[in-house]
Nanobody
Framework: QVQLVESGGGLVQAGGSLRISCAPS????????AGWFRRTTGKEREFVAG????????FYADSVKGRFTISRDNAKNTVYLQMNSLKPEDTAVYYC????????????????????WGQGTQVTVSS
């Protein structure tokens, strides 16, 4: 069974940067759209950023726009989330999600659009 393997979370001071990565454990999909979501304690999981299968389109939540960048390296079969200017309110468990064999040209922000999810990686931003 294909799994999404996430890495790169950790503890960082406010204003710092982190990059988290996500890769399917096997090349099951010919192409896939990907997204990052996060869950903060006491809140529902929310959309953070998404990228289309080709990487030509990206979309961000207003709360992270201008600070976070989602990208992908299809040769390495990996999706990244570069997080800069981190704030304490960015503290959350971050989840990677994949919509396999999908070549839509727009990013879907709905959690139900993604059928494969990672286990989550903790990002903690200290003030």
């Amino acid at each position: 069974q294909v799994q999404l393997v996430e890495s790169g979370g950790g503890l960082v001071q406010a204003g710092g940067s982190l990059r988290i990565s996500c890769a399917p454990s096997a090349r099951t999909f010919n192409s896939y759209a990907a997204g990052w979501f996060r869950r903060t304690t006491g809140k529902e999981r929310e959309f953070v950023a998404g990228i289309t299968w080709s990487g030509s389109n990206t979309f961000y939540a207003d709360s992270v726009k201008g600070r976070f960048t989602i990208s992908r390296d299809n040769a390495k079969n990996t999706v990244y989330l570069q997080m800069n200017s981190l704030k304490p309110e960015d503290t959350a468990v971050y989840y990677c999600a994949v919509r396999g064999d999908y070549r839509g040209i727009y990013v879907d922000t709905r959690q139900t659009a993604y059928q494969l999810w990672g286990q989550g990686t903790q990002v903690t931003v200290s003030s």
